[in-house]
């Protein structure tokens, strides 16, 4: 969570509860929606915020994106109870109905530094990479600390091998 100028950060990482066998960008990344939206309303109802300010929700998975965009864009919008990852989606639509602030949803392309240098790309863009970038360092210096993956969703499932993100049946 940062300013306009990248000024003030605030700076946050977890893990994502799933089965890791199971486990896409999708969910974790609506976990950090979630935590943002949590944070902007504790500040929200901890400081006089003017009402209707705006707050720009940033995202590099599309597919967060667009359901999250369809939630801040209509009040009245309703989940499907059987929907992906429903359990966060409900949670994310209690906390923006429960602010005076609107929300744009913004999607932003991901690995932009892939291609071109971090300096010369866009605030939101570089502010993409940075959070990339964090969330791949925690992983690395938390991998042995973090709590094992819940197994009990595998049945007759062999030996897990660790990958970068996710873990990988035998």
């Keep these: 969570m940062t300013n306009a100028e990248g ?21 974790p990344e609506l976990q950090g929606i979630l935590a943002n939206m949590i ?6 109802q901890s400081f006089a915020l003017p009402v209707g300010s705006t707050v720009h929700l940033v995202c590099d998975n599309e597919s967060a994106t667009k359901v999250v965009r369809h939630i801040v864009q209509n009040r009245h919008f309703i989940l499907d109870p059987q929907q992906t990852d429903v359990d ?13 602030l609107q929300f744009e949803v913004i999607w932003i392309r991901s690995h932009q530094d892939d291609h071109v240098d971090v300096g010369s790309l866009p605030f939101l863009a570089r502010l993409n990479v940075d959070c990339d ?8 210096q938390n991998f042995d600390i973090l709590p094992p993956p819940p197994l ?5 499932a062999g030996p897990l091998f660790v990958a970068a993100k996710r873990l990988l049946p035998n």
């Design 7 to 27: 000024l003030h950060r605030i700076q946050g990482a977890g893990p994502a509860d799933c089965d890791p066998y199971l486990l896409s960008s999708y969910r």
């Design 88 to 100: 966060i989606l409900l949670e994310i639509q209690g906390e923006f109905l429960a602010s005076r």
């Design 133 to 140: 970038r964090r969330a791949k360092l925690f992983l690395k």
């Design 152 to 156: 009990s969703y595998r049945k007759n």
């Design 39 to 44: 944070m902007i309303t504790t500040i929200e």
